[in-house]
């Protein structure tokens, strides 16, 4: 399918969100499962230097994208060799889980957001700065209401499918993710933070840091994901436009890559539909439906981050977008991201 689109519109509404201070800059790309189509940038990564405008190869701090990039992935890759079956309670197979309360969640639970588990991480308040005494807590925690009675979303289903990924492989989630998915489809500058030196110097700057009185760059904006050293599956990844297309793309023709990822067609498949009947709103596997559109019709499915990153993906339309932007280098606010993400979609996802 050829696209058709109003790249001036899309190039205005996004110089409109940094003349409005929504955020410094923006990168975006639309595409089919042939590759990119169009492409663009705005703004600077930081407006006090005009000198640094935004590039395409600017690297971003991805934020929750990570629960698709490294985690939804990654159980993809376990669920199509055979590893993981999405109904079992976690406990029958997960001997750290089977006498607490996760055991009785099951992996499509928590890839639904239905698995009960509590809505906060609040990771250090809760459990400490060591890592595996996190690990331990959040295993063993009780859980918010019954699975399957309500469709609520929460950093802790990715944490916990990210922590079973790696019980699963053998492997850090990390070196999982980068070897079973980001290197065999040629993602070569995705991968957890810190970032080094050289990498860091072409990262957009997120929040402002209080004690060092700086922007966050090269390292992860999520509190949760620096608490664990940078990998976790709550965040913690960067990643360039170009990767992020190239992921997109493999979703739509998985045959397309040289060397397989671990997951195909079968898993997009079963992920980018409805699991959540009867509740609201509705879920998928991580994807959920686009705002503004009629999932049954218009099979639009997207994730957002929370430093100000969403991804976009449609296999009826043969369609993908992403947009890219560090809107927390001015705000926390979400209402005026969010009504440029929902055109940016309608414009680019058509």
């Known amino acids: 399918m ?6 001036d519109r899309i190039h205005q509404l996004l110089q409109d969100g940094v003349r409005d201070k ?34 395409p190869d600017t690297v971003f701090d991805v934020a929750s994208l990570t629960k698709v990039l490294a985690v939804w992935s990654t159980i993809g890759t376990l669920v199509e060799d055979g ?21 009785t969640v099951t992996a499509r639970h928590l890839l639904t957001h239905t698995a009960g588990v509590p809505l906060r991480a609040n990771l250090r308040n809760l459990y ?22 309500a469709v609520e979303y929460t950093d ?24 079973r998915v980001w290197q065999p489809l040629g993602m070569a500058r995705t991968g ?16 402002l840091d209080e004690g060092t009185g700086t922007h966050l760059k090269g390292v ?12 976790c599956g709550i965040a913690g990844v960067f990643s360039v436009l170009d990767d992020l297309a190239i992921f997109l793309r493999h979703l739509l023709t998985p045959a397309g890559s040289t060397e397989p990822a671990g997951f195909g067609r079968g898993w997009v498949k079963e992920s ?53 932007t560090n809107k927390l280098f001015y705000t926390r606010d979400r209402e005026p991201l969010t009504r440029i993400r929902n055109a940016f979609r309608s414009l680019a996802v058509t």
């Open 22 to 55: 929504v955020y410094p800059g923006a990168v975006w790309a639309v595409g089919d499962g042939q590759g990119t189509s169009t492409s663009g940038t705005v703004g600077f990564l930081d407006p006090s230097r005009p000198d640094e405008p935004m590039r």
């Open 83 to 103: 590893k993981l079956q999405l109904d079992f309670p976690l406990g029958d197979f997960w001997t750290e889980v089977t006498s607490h309360p996760l055991g």
């Open 220 to 231: 992860a904006h999520d509190f949760s994901a620096r608490l664990l050293g940078g990998t």
């Open 128 to 149: 400490g700065s060591d890592p595996q005494d996190v690990r331990d807590g959040v295993l063993r925690e009780a859980l918010h209401c019954p699975p399957g009675e």
């Open 2 to 7: 050829a696209l058709d689109l109003d790249t």
């Open 156 to 179: 802790r289903a990715a944490l916990i499918l990210g922590y079973l990924a790696e019980h699963l492989s053998g492997l850090s989630l990390g070196d999982l993710a980068a070897t």
């Open 192 to 207: 957890y933070g810190p970032l080094p030196a050289d990498a860091a110097a072409l990262c957009a700057p997120t929040e």
């Open 272 to 324: 980018l539909r409805i699991h959540t009947r009867g509740l609201t709103p509705p879920r998928g596997l991580f994807w959920h439906p686009a705002p503004g559109t009629a999932h049954e019709v218009d099979d639009a499915w997207v994730h957002y981050g929370f430093t100000g990153t969403g991804m976009w993906i449609s296999p009826k339309r043969n369609q993908w977008a992403v947009l890219l």
